[in-house]
T-cell receptor, first 111, second 114 residues
Framework: KQEVTQIPAALSVPEGENLVLNCSFTDSAIYNLQWFRQDPGKGLTSLLLIQSSQREQTSGRLNASLDKSSGRSTLYIAASQPGDSATYLCAVRTGANNLFFGTGTRLTVIP | DAMVIQNPRYQVTQFGKPVTLSCSQTLNHNVMYWYQQKSSQAPKLLFHYYDKDFNNEADTPDNFQSRRPNTSFCFLDIRSPGLGDAAMYLC?????????????FGSGTQLSVL
């Protein structure tokens, strides 16, 4: 069974720093990987989706990479801002409707 | 504008008292999903609809049912809520079952069981 792990569980950084969030998965037979943002008590907002054939995707200050063979993805956030504070979840898709989530990294950006 | 709308935002029910959560979408998507997310845990898929075709996950308790009367609406019924059912319930949609489809989530309903 696919297992998705995100380390660290929580991270605090001062405003302006660049940071990297990590996601690893046990079964490399995935179709895609998606990064989400979740604010406290709220739903999930999709940030980036990387197909299995792609190596990275970029949106504004966010860059997500995928190394399928090693079962790893990273989410790079440049020039972090207090508004980036949230929980970031990654999820891998292994079939038509099998989306496996990690438990997330809770990010705090300190002004 | 919100595309996946969940009501209510917060729901409090009593132990054993049936409760219904609702989800509507303006995206005209074929697939609708219900996820359960307990505190500090990953979202867990309960079931999904592809059009009117209902698909239940193997480990979803019988206590949970769902209805989809039309493309836009989907309901989650919890027949006899227990304390362990307190969680955030997330509705999501996607355009199809193709593996390159993104999922779009609503804001969730936080369920408390007293």
């Amino acid at each position: 069974k696919q297992e998705v792990t995100q380390i660290p569980a929580a991270l605090s950084v001062p405003e302006g720093e660049n940071l990297v969030l990590n996601c690893s998965f046990t079964d490399s037979a995935i179709y895609n990987l998606q990064w989400f943002r979740q604010d406290p008590g709220k739903g999930l907002t999709s940030l980036l989706l990387i197909q299995s054939s792609q190596r990275e995707q970029t949106s504004g200050r966010l860059n997500a990479s995928l190394d399928k063979s090693s079962g790893r993805s990273t989410l790079y956030i440049a020039a972090s801002q207090p508004g980036d504070s949230a929980t970031y979840l990654c999820a891998v898709r292994t079939g038509a409707n099998n989306l496996f989530f990690g438990t997330g990294t809770r990010l705090t950006v300190i002004p | 504008d919100a595309m996946v709308i969940q009501n209510p935002r917060y729901q409090v029910t009593q132990f054993g008292k049936p409760v219904t959560l609702s989800c509507s979408q303006t995206l005209n998507h074929n697939v609708m999903y219900w996820y359960q997310q307990k505190s500090s845990q990953a979202p867990k898929l309960l079931f999904h609809y592809y059009d009117k075709d209902f698909n239940n996950e193997a480990d979803t308790p019988d206590n949970f049912q769902s209805r989809r009367p039309n493309t836009s609406f989907c309901f989650l019924d919890i027949r006899s809520p227990g304390l362990g059912d307190a969680a955030m319930y997330l509705c999501a949609t996607s355009g199809g079952e193709a593996t390159n489809e993104k999922l779009f989530f609503g804001s969730g309903t936080q369920l408390s069981v007293l």
